[in-house]
């Protein structure tokens, strides 16, 4: 058998790549950066994803199982490269999965009245035990994590459209242009994962027509719900809606019962989120030390069916000051957001590379620019991929030094 999949199946796993828990906080997010104005930045987000998407599904095709976006870049641009590459995405972990958390901890408190740090706190202690335990999210539990989490956004939706009120959309753009660029800053955070179809075409059952499929499928459910959720949050609630917009829409086309059940969802999404990325990160970070973009001590137990335990670690001694120090989610998720565009922005670019001439090319060469206009929508908080850019070079140098004092 050349795959496993089916176009649906696929379609399951690239939508839950792009998909996560920050949606249930990210309208709040752009609405308080741009007004009303936000729907623009969430239009320019899902103009960017076109060719970013179809542009990943390309070189997946090109290349299956290629090993992930550092893989390419390592191909395209070299080991450096990768190795940069490979950082901003270990870099962004520790931040994303304390921004998952404390979304699913507002949630929490709006639910139940606990405080969200502290609910915050616990999800993040259970997403750690899980993976020291050897516990990993299999892929249909994921599937039903991404099931629930359209579920919600589409019922939210649905149930609070009939209240929409032209008004809140005046003042329309009260922040003006820059208002709409750091809407677009903080929404890269839901805009990457593209990078999932690099290494899937080689699991589908008919190859690279149902790696496309699935992907030109994800954009179509991806832009729909997104279109939704930010013009219905807007319309219903207004540009200074509650941090927990879902809840509120829920509530407005459902009643007072939302609230509750709202707040168990976001638990079980925030922790299956958290979980998911705290093993890829205990992962990753073996694999960089293998690759001597971090030290050899953390390679360790970076075989297949062994647990990390010293890259989780590092994992979790790097979480635990962005929790103490960082609570703010807004921060938290623009340093994330800039990492992981980063991260996209470097696989566009290597594809532009790998890419024979032709539609393929072309198409790399417009998802590049656009993802380095929505790279630059980060500003400010450029310097922390910069800052892990220098980490990893770094690094490499360092290992390169030790390795020729031992072959001496």
């Given amino acids: 058998m050349s795959g496993r999949m089916g176009a649906w199946q696929g379609t399951a796993l690239l939508v839950g790549a792009v998909l996560g828990p920050g949606m249930l906080v990210l309208p709040h997010l752009a609405a308080s950066a741009a007004g009303p104005a936000s729907v623009l930045a969430w239009a320019g987000m899902l103009a960017l994803s076109v060719p970013v998407a179809l542009t990943f599904a390309a070189l997946g095709s090109r290349y299956p199982g290629g090993g992930g976006v550092a893989a390419v870049v390592g191909l395209a641009f070299g080991r450096p490269a990768a190795a940069v590459a490979g950082w901003w995405f270990y870099g962004a972990v520790p931040i994303g999965t304390v921004a998952g958390a404390l979304v699913g901890g507002r949630y929490v408190e709006a639910a139940l009245g606990v405080n969200a740090t502290l609910a915050a706190c616990l999800i993040l202690a259970a997403a750690f035990a899980a993976n020291a335990a050897g516990l990993r999210t299999s892929g249909r539990l994921q599937i039903v994590m ?23 959309f005046t003042p329309f753009a009260p922040y003006g242009a820059a208002g709409v660029a750091g809407a677009a800053g903080v929404l890269m955070f839901a805009f990457v994962g593209w990078e999932a179809a690099s290494h899937l ?30 013009v219905t949050s807007v319309g219903v609630l207004g540009a200074d809606m509650t941090g927990v917009p879902l809840t509120a829409m829920l509530e407005t086309g459902i009643g007072p019962a939302a609230r509750p059940v ?86 566009v670019a290597a594809a532009v590379r790998m890419l024979p001439a032709g539609r393929h090319r072309t198409t790399a060469v417009i998802g590049t620019g656009m993802s380095l206009l929505g790279l630059a929508s980060c500003g400010l908080y450029l310097v922390v991929p910069a800052a892990l850019a220098l980490v990893a070079v770094g690094a490499l140098k360092v290992n390169a030094r030790r390795s020729y004092k031992i072959g001496l």
């Fill in 146 to 168: 991404v099931t629930l989490l359209v579920t919600l956004l589409a019922t939210a939706v649905i149930t609070a459209v009939p209240h929409a009120d032209a008004a809140n």
């Fill in 201 to 230: 075409s080689g699991e589908f059952a008919d190859g690279k027509k149902g790696l496309l499929r699935a992907t030109v499928v994800t954009l179509i459910v991806i832009g729909v719900l997104y279109a939704g959720v930010a």
């Fill in 262 to 347: 709202t707040g168990v969802v976001a638990v079980l999404l925030s922790f299956g989120a958290v979980n998911t990325y705290i093993a890829g990160a205990a992962r990753l970070g073996a694999a960089l030390a293998r690759d001597k973009a971090l030290p050899g001590w953390f390679a360790q137990g970076g075989g297949p069916g062994e647990t990390p335990y010293r890259s989780l670690g590092l994992v979790l001694a790097l979480s635990v000051p962005v929790l103490v120090w960082g609570a703010d989610l807004d921060l938290l998720m623009r340093a994330t957001s800039a990492c992981l565009a980063a991260v996209t922005s470097a696989g």
